[in-house]
């Protein structure tokens, strides 16, 4: 067993109000001991460790002030509960993380009360929090009671306009609301944008000494005869310092900034504000992202995720790759494109690593933008570059496209627009569960008029995938890719444009037609190569195209065969739907055609690893096969034999 370390206060702690029973001092090594335990449990299952080590402290202080579950604590994003989960009661369970039938790696409200509202995604928590709020002041029925909404939100999650908007609500409504800016300076990558410079110039332009005391006057919570010496005091250091805060104009009281890794400071602000707070009020608090754990603060990215690792070298466990990461494959294609084409340019929000731009970004950056969390404004950003006579890249992850829907209809669809849309993480993404999944983007984007829509089987795909949305300018064009590395073929030198709404033919067989879109290619052949020890060769094609179809080779696949499946990592709604209305559209079930689509299942996965969650959606090898069997009636008669 890996060493543990040694944490004999936190031992006593089961549930946050345990807290209570500790002095401030003890507090202090509490917090000490949640930081090794967090990193130890981290090393052993991976996860995101970064933002967790930032603000164990506040953590602590937030706990050891607030009630929980009555007080509802709301963690923007969440990536950084995990020792809040070791405080509420889940301790036993941390080195579950992020594996099957463990812990979720986000907040989840069925995993624990102590989870006022699960996230995933950024910039919801001042929403959410207000949403409690509200409620509790209407006499709204909860079953962990109603007390203070406590929203945890990062300067990186500030960049999204949804959190303005809950802000500039708040202020309107002025029920008592308490928001914690944890100000780290960083997001995933370094936070960018205006807001960013102005967090920077509140404790960059004046001495942070004197800004700290200027916080603890937090003048509308004071005893009366302080009130007016403190206010004095604030505003003229406000005067110099910064100029008035952005905050106090949105309708809220400012307090900050404080060092967030001090619980002599956390503590007794937290507790003036429970005490005395009447309104809405923000907290800017100070912290380092990796705080206390050297391999982590040295890191570019601050430790944000870990594969599994050694505590004491922070060297990472990771498996060898035998083959390029999807990832790698559009950001080298796309920068070799880039290299040839001056209108090539990139955007991404707040991903430069994550979708492979960085890589991009290093050769040409006047060309790639990082717009910040903030996928509505970046989707239509890249849709005024393309309108500019530019050829923008639009590259997010499926799961947070969805937050720029709107804009890809009404801003790019509509006015056809050829913005090329990269959507990374398609399909299942394994331990970050559902919220991360990109289930619903082929849905979603192949019922928009003159959308193309492509999936890659493979790497060297992917490639031609690229090459082919590079040079398509006569509407919007998008194509879908998984995590992790590819199947490993035979990369080309060069991607080719591919013939729009063109599939291909992989194998010819007969009695049943397997159409695959995306790479569940590979599974339907291995699937194959079962079947054909039982003599049944089925055809496989793969669609390439969800929009527009290949009429004429689905066409042909429905008269030539007895049987037709296709096979998508997406949603209902999807590839599948469309295929199934040509075929009715065609008039071809009228003669027998047996149809099955397999989708994933209407239902939201737990997290675990990919196979084990494409097994769970039965879109697996054996899954396949046993559809084909069922399909032609052979496992009926298996059966009664």
């Known amino acids: 067993m890996p060493h543990r370390p040694d944490t004999p206060l936190l031992d006593r702690v089961t549930l946050p109000a345990d807290l209570k029973q500790f002095t401030d001092s003890e507090l202090e090594q509490v917090a000490r001991e949640l930081r090794a335990e967090t990193i130890s449990a981290v090393s052993e299952t991976g996860g995101h460790l970064g933002a967790g080590l930032g603000v164990v402290e506040l953590t602590v202080a937030l706990h050891a002030v607030f009630d929980a579950p009555r007080d509802k604590i709301v963690w923007d994003v969440s990536h950084q509960c995990y020792p809040h989960k070791i405080l509420t009661g889940r301790r036993d369970r941390i080195r579950t993380l992020r594996m099957k039938d463990g812990l979720s790696g986000f907040a989840k409200r069925s995993e624990s009360p102590f989870d006022a509202f699960g996230a995933g995604h950024s910039s919801t928590s001042i929403s959410a929090a207000l949403g409690f709020a509200v409620a509790r002041d209407l006499g709204g029925v909860c079953d962990t009671g109603a007390g203070d909404a406590v929203a945890v939100i990062g300067d990186g999650a500030m960049s999204a306009g949804m959190a303005y908007e809950a802000m500039n609500n708040a202020g309107h409504l002025g029920k008592r609301l308490i928001v914690i800016l944890n100000d780290n300076e960083m997001s995933i990558a370094p936070p960018t944008g205006a807001m960013s410079s102005y967090l920077s110039r509140l404790y960059a332009e004046a001495p942070f000494q004197d800004l700290k005391a200027a916080a603890k006057g937090a003048v509308s919570l004071l005893p009366e005869p302080f009130r007016e010496g403190a206010k004095r005091a604030k505003e003229m250091i406000k005067g110099m310092a910064v100029g008035g805060t952005l905050f106090e104009e949105l309708g809220f009281s400012y307090l900050g900034p404080i060092d967030g890794h001090d619980l002599n400071q956390l503590l007794p602000v937290l507790r003036t504000v429970k005490a005395r707070a009447t309104g809405p009020i923000l907290v800017h608090v100070l912290t380092r992202k990796g705080k206390g754990y050297a391999p982590a603060e040295g890191a570019a990215d601050r430790g944000h995720a870990r594969a599994k690792f050694d505590v004491a070298t922070g060297e990472q466990k990771k498996t060898p790759s035998n083959a ?119 849905a979603f984007l192949a019922n928009l008029p003159g959308m193309v829509v492509m999936a890659a089987a493979d790497e060297a795909e992917l490639k031609h995938m690229v090459a082919t949305a590079a040079a398509h300018d006569s509407g919007p064009i998008a194509f879908r890719y998984p995590r992790g590395e590819g199947e490993g073929v035979e990369m080309p030198e060069q991607g080719e444009c591919l013939a729009i709404g063109k599939g291909r033919m992989i194998r010819e067989g007969a009695g049943v037609a397997i159409l695959s879109f995306g790479t569940r290619l590979s599974e339907v052949l291995k699937a194959c190569e079962k079947l054909g020890a039982r003599g049944i060769s089925p055809t496989v094609a793969d669609a390439r195209f969800a929009k527009p179809l290949d009429r004429e080779l689905i066409l042909r696949l429905a008269a030539d065969h007895e049987a037709l499946i296709t096979i998508e990592e997406g949603a209902v709604g999807g590839f599948g739907s469309h295929v199934a209305q040509l075929l009715s559209d065609e008039g071809v079930f009228d003669h027998g055609l047996k149809f099955r689509s397999m989708v994933l299942p209407d239902t939201f996965i737990d997290h675990a690893s990919p196979a084990d969650m494409y097994a769970a959606a039965g879109l697996d090898a054996d899954r396949i096969e046993r559809k084909v069997l069922t399909l032609m009636g052979i496992d009926k008669l298996e059966k009664r034999a």
């Open 324 to 442: 390029p990461s999807y990832t790698k494959v559009f950001a080298q294609t796309l920068t070799e494109l880039a290299a040839r084409d001056p209108r090539i340019c990139a955007v991404t929000a707040a991903m430069p690593d994550g979708t492979g731009l960085d890589l991009m970004a290093g050769r040409y950056p006047s060309r790639v933008f990082d717009v910040g969390i903030a996928e509505q404004h970046g989707v239509t950003f890249a849709a005024g570059l393309a309108a500019g006579g530019m050829r923008p890249f639009c590259a997010m992850y499926s799961t947070f496209l969805q937050r720029g829907y709107d804009q890809v209809v009404h801003d790019v669809a509509i006015q056809r627009l050829p913005v090329r849309f990269a959507i990374d993480r398609a399909g299942l993404v394994g331990a970050d569960g559902a919220t991360h999944a990109g289930a619903y983007d082929v």
